[in-house]
Structures are given as structure tokens and as C-alpha cells.
């Protein structure tokens, strides 16, 4: 093995407290970037649970429509429209609006309603865990998620409250079905959402269509287009897309998220560059040693960059499993912090770019060397 | 007469710049052959240390031409110049220049890295070179754990692990005790016998004057004398006696 590693891992550990401060530089840098992109992904997850849960090959709705809790409606019309038309098996209508969900023991909470015709699908609550579907057309049946048993102030099956004026019982509990506002979550019948949100009876949000077996979406899409007026039309992957764009770009959330990320890389930068730096000024005598008995500046810049390197891998697997303990902490939370694989090699080639980039000023500084400088020292 | 190994002709220098510039070689003439020590001698601020830059490819000369092995330097950059030093000088320094961090064997061995030799032959190499300055037993030292005659032996063994055809030596003994400085300048001598290698001492101890097959004199940037060093003398001595 060249003795470039063992050169530059003896200089990093030489002054073990500034590799120390170099090492816990880079750690929560990339931690502030992980926790920055990981809630990035997760923010864009969680404003799509709906869509991703729903049984749809296209979706029917209101134009315009930026996301899922647009609250918009169509005319019923336009549903029997879309069943008349070939490939469509079916149009499951969905309604969804705010409402304030009262607390027995005195209180009011806004919620947000979802409500499907149980016979014909569309959106319905998943991860039951406690009661049924079925028990939902029981009158005032609803479902919520555990979750918000306590801002609801239910604890499960059985237990009562009121929706504009309508007493309400919730027969059915699901488990992680969150909103990443504080805003949750209650299914219903259609009917029931309807009377929840104060929507018109020959009114929905969305037409959920099915298209019949062997049919093409596309296809179908536009006839769909062609037939129905002032609607859009959109797959599911199209739906998630405009909601996402919504939420992470619209509300400058996204930016929010990136920006931070950004900051975090040029704290690191910043950080490496200017220990690396004082390492490269502290060891100089030996840089210009080694220009001095001939080695090429290549050599020698490869001796920095490998310390940056090696910085860079000890700095992100620290950095890594801190990620991995905020991602175990927020699994569970509104907004939880996700970590893919993807995502851990972008990190993963971030930090070594973030550390051969601050390796750049401790490069000009011994590309300047002169070696005449070991007769004088 | 052999090829000289290096050779200086006419090299002229300016050092600083605007009113602070000084000119620290006037028209230096120097070929330095194989198979010989020669002691460049002279007193502070003489241009002996420059002089060795200049030879040894560190500092491009502002006139003259040096020849390193037949090689002109003329125009070489900085790449071409370290070029030229990794392949034919190997430098011994007043101050040992060793990195502390590294053992006496990869010390010697950098010298055969820098040149990107295979890792296993540079090591063997680099424990030969240990063998004969005397430092076998301590291959696996650091720095640190060594007296300063011992520091420079290890420079020494860098400076020859890659047979250059030229070694120079800034003030070698000038931080050593008598008894060191005589070992390494023994040392030195022994090297210079190989007549394909030329070694150069810069000193201003006399006292190392033994150990010179030729010894220069230079003063103001000037060469001004020139003699044969006791050494080669006691060789002439030697080569006329009648066997008994």
C-alpha cells in the first residue's frame, strides 16, 4: 500500500482534538442534512397517504385542484357522465372537508372528513386495528385513528362526540393514519360526509374511476377529457405529483427544507475546509519535504484529499447513525423523518464531494509550496 | 575524465524583488563528477545554499544553464523539475527533515513512493538502505526514539535508496556532536566512492575537510578557489607509495 494513507491518517490523528472538531463538524452537518432531506421525503410521503391509499386508476376533480385537501366539489352529473363512457367500470364518488369535531367534556377540534360509499370503495380507512368497515353504516359511525384518541378526547371503540350538531360514534380505530397538519383524520360514509362538511347532496370532491379489465388508462383518460367539461382528469401518479409540487413548492416548504440542507452543507464546508487547512499549515515543513525529495504535486494533493476522505467516512458513518436514531424517534410522529437507500448514498457521496471541496484551500496553499523553504527551517 | 553528474555553467541568481533584490550567484561555473565528494565551502550569505537549489533542481537559475546527468533544466516547470530531483538527487538536510509521524523504514521508503514504486520492493529497498547506514535494528523506530545521528543516518538512507546519480548535503553535521558528525561524514565519503554518484557538502566545519576529495570555495557568489581535499590527497599518497 502507498504511504499516502498511512501520511495522511497520521497527520489527521497527529492533533487528535482538531480531527475531534473536524469529525463532529462533518457529523452534524450531514445530520442536518439527512434530517433536512429525510423530512423532505417524508413530508412528500405523508401529503399522498390519501392518494396512495385510494383504489383509483384516475381521478375525477374539480380544475384546478392544487391537492388532495382541496375542497372543491363537482355535480353528480358529471359522475354518471364518466360511467357512460368506455373503460370506465367505475366512479366512486369521494367527499372530503373541514369540520369541527366536538369534545364531549367540553372543547372543539377541526378534523377533516373523508367519506366514501362503502359499496363502491374509492377511499376508504385502512390499518384497522380495532372494530370494522361494516360497522361504519351504522348511523354516526366514523373511524379515527389512535393516534389522536387524546386531541379527540375518545379512547376507542364506543366512544361519542358531535360533528355539526350530529352525534357521532367511533365504531372503527385505525392505527398510523396521520396528517402531517394537526389536523385529523375521520372517515365516514358519504352520505354522513356530506352532512359532516355541509356539502350538497348531488355534489362530490372526487370521482374515483376504475377502468374495466384490459382497458388502457390512458385511453380511457382521454375520452374522459374529450367528454367531461371543466374537470381534470388525472392518474394517480399525476394526482400525487401536482399535490406534492403543492405542498413542498407551493407553501415554500420544500425550499424551507432544501434551504436548510444547503446551510448545513456549507457549515460542513466551511468546517473542513478551515481544519483541513491548519492541519496542511501545521504539517507544511513535511509538505515541502516531500516536494523537496521530488514528489509531484499530485502526491501531495492526494495526501490532503485522503485525510478529507477519511474525515469523510468516519464524519458520515457517526453522522448515519445519528440519522438512523432520528428516524427510529420521528417513525411514529406527524412528520416522520425517512431514509431510503437512495437517500443514504446521496448523503453518503455528499459528504466525501462536501469534504474534497473543502480540501481545495489546503490544495492552493501547498500547490504555492516552495521547496527551497527546507533549507531555511 | 568521467561525465560530471551535474554541472553548472554560468548560472547567475537574483533573489527578492525591486529594492530588496540581491544577486546571489554571479557566473558560477560547478561540475560535480561520480566518485567524488566535494565540499562547498564559504561564509554566511555566500550563495553556497543557493548554489545547492540550484543543482539540486529547487530554484530554476535566473541565467546559465545546469545540467543534470546530460539533462539541461532550461525552461522545466515545477512538475519537470521534481521529475528530475526523484530521479537523480537525493538530498541529506542540516535538520534531518523526517516526518515524525513515520517510522525510519517508511521514511526511507517514501522517497521510492513519491516515484510510485511497488509497495514490498520499496520496503526491501528501504531496509537495505537502513542496513548500510548502520540502522537495521531500528527500522521500526520513529523519529523521536532516535539520537540526531541516528535522524540523519535515516536521511541518508533516503537520500541513497533510489541510487541518484547526485547527493547533496546542506551543513549535514551541523547539528551533530564530533563524534556524530565524523560517522555520518564517513558515511557520506563511503557513498561518494560509488563512481556514479557524485555527493556535494555544503559545510563551514573544518574539521570535515578530511573527508573531501575536493573542496570549493565560494564567497559573495563567487567561486574563488578551488583545491584538491585531503582526502584525495591521502589517495594520491596511497596510489605513489612504494610497496614495501
Known amino acids: ?377 | 575524465m568521467s561525465e560530471p553528474v551535474v554541472e553548472a555553467v554560468d548560472v547567475a541568481k537574483w533573489l527578492g524583488k525591486g529594492a530588496a533584490q540581491v544577486q546571489a550567484l554571479k557566473g558560477v561555473n560547478l561540475a560535480l563528477r561520480g566518485g567524488e565528494l566535494t565540499l562547498l565551502m564559504g561564509p554566511s550569505g555566500s550563495g553556497k545554499t543557493t548554489l545547492l537549489s540550484i543543482l539540486g533542481c529547487m530554484l530554476a537559475p535566473t541565467r546559465g544553464t545546469v545540467r543534470l546527468c546530460g539533462c539541461s533544466t532550461e525552461g522545466a516547470g515545477p512538475e519537470a523539475l521534481a521529475r528530475l530531483r526523484r530521479e537523480h538527487v537525493g538530498f541529506v538536510f542540516q535538520t534531518y527533515h523526517l516526518f515524525p509521524t513515520l517510522t525510519a523504514t517508511d521514511n526511507v521508503r517514501l522517497a521510492l513512493d513519491v516515484r510510485g514504486e511497488n509497495s514490498a520492493r520499496a520496503v526491501a529497498k528501504a531496509n537495505d538502505a537502513l542496513a548500510m547506514v548502520g540502522l537495521a535494528h531500528k527500522r521500526d523506530a520513529f523519529p523521536l526514539e532516535l539520537s540526531g545521528g541516528e535522524q540523519q543516518r535515516v536521511a541518508i538512507a533516503r537520500a541513497i535508496v533510489g541510487q541518484p546519480s547526485t547527493v547533496l548535503a546542506d551543513e549535514p553535521t551541523a547539528s551533530l556532536d564530533g563524534e556524530n558528525g565524523n560517522a555520518i561524514m564517513t558515511l557520506l565519503a563511503e557513498i561518494a566512492k560509488d563512481s556514479a554518484r557524485g555527493v556535494l557538502v555544503v559545510a563551514h566545519d573544518t574539521r570535515i575537510l578530511r573527508f573531501a576529495d575536493r573542496v570549493v570555495h565560494i564567497e559573495d557568489g563567487c567561486i574563488v578557489g578551488e583545491r584538491r581535499g585531503d582526502a584525495a590527497l591521502e589517495k594520491d599518497k596511497s596510489d605513489c607509495a612504494v610497496p614495501s
Open chain 1, 1 to 377: 500500500m502507498s504511504l499516502i494513507y498511512r501520511l495522511a491518517s497520521r497527520n489527521l490523528l497527529h492533533d487528535r482534538l482538531r480531527f475531534v472538531a473536524t469529525v463532529v463538524g462533518i457529523v452534524f452537518s450531514i445530520l442536518l442534512v439527512t434530517v433536512q432531506l429525510g423530512l423532505y421525503l417524508g413530508f412528500g410521503r405523508i401529503v399522498t397517504t390519501m392518494i396512495d391509499h385510494a383504489s383509483a386508476d384516475l381521478w375525477i376533480m374539480p380544475p384546478g385542484t392544487k391537492c388532495f385537501e382541496d375542497p372543491s366539489t363537482l355535480d353528480e352529473r358529471t359522475r354518471f357522465q364518466a360511467l357512460s363512457i368506455n373503460g370506465v367500470a367505475q366512479a366512486a364518488p369521494v367527499v372530503i372537508g373541514y369540520a369541527e369535531w366536538r369534545i364531549p367534556a367540553g372543547g372543539t377540534f377541526p378534523v377533516f372528513i373523508v367519506g366514501s360509499d362503502l359499496r363502491e370503495g374509492g377511499l376508504l380507512p385502512w390499518n384497522l386495528v380495532e372494530g370494522s368497515l361494516e360497522a361504519l353504516v351504522i348511523p354516526g359511525a366514523v373511524a379515527v385513528d389512535r393516534s389522536y384518541f387524546d386531541r379527540l378526547g375518545v379512547d376507542g371503540i364506543g366512544a361519542n362526540a358531535e360533528i355539526r350538531g350530529q352525534k357521532v360514534e367511533v365504531r372503527a380505530v385505525t392505527n398510523g393514519i396521520r396528517s402531517f397538519t394537526t389536523t385529523p383524520y375521520v372517515f365516514t360514509t358519504l352520505d354522513r360526509a356530506r352532512a359532516f362538511t355541509g356539502t350538497a347532496a348531488n355534489k362530490a370532491t372526487y370521482f374515483l374511476v376504475r377502468v374495466t379489465p384490459g382497458a388502457d388508462v390512458e385511453s380511457v383518460r382521454r375520452r374522459l377529457k374529450a367528454n367531461l367539461s371543466d374537470v381534470d382528469v388525472l392518474t394517480a401518479a399525476e394526482f400525487r405529483d401536482r399535490s406534492r409540487s403543492f405542498w413542498l413548492f407551493g407553501t415554500g416548504a420544500g425550499f424551507a427544507l432544501f434551504a436548510g440542507a444547503l446551510l448545513g452543507m456549507i457549515v460542513g464546508t466551511v468546517i473542513v475546509a478551515q481544519t483541513l487547512y491548519s492541519s496542511t499549515k501545521d504539517h507544511i515543513n513535511e509538505f515541502a519535504t516531500l516536494r523537496a525529495i521530488g514528489s509531484s504535486g499530485i502526491y501531495i494533493h492526494k495526501v490532503i484529499i485522503c485525510q478529507a476522505l477519511i474525515s469523510a467516512i468516519i464524519g458520515f458513518c457517526l453522522a448515519a447513525a445519528m440519522g438512523l436514531l432520528a428516524v427510529a424517534a420521528t417513525a411514529n410522529t406527524a412528520l416522520p423523518i425517512v431514509m431510503t437507500p437512495t437517500l443514504t448514498l446521496v448523503l453518503f457521496f455528499l459528504t466525501l464531494a462536501m469534504c474534497v471541496v473543502s480540501a481545495i484551500a489546503a490544495i492552493l496553499q501547498v500547490t504555492r509550496i516552495d521547496p527551497v523553504m527546507v533549507f531555511t527551517r
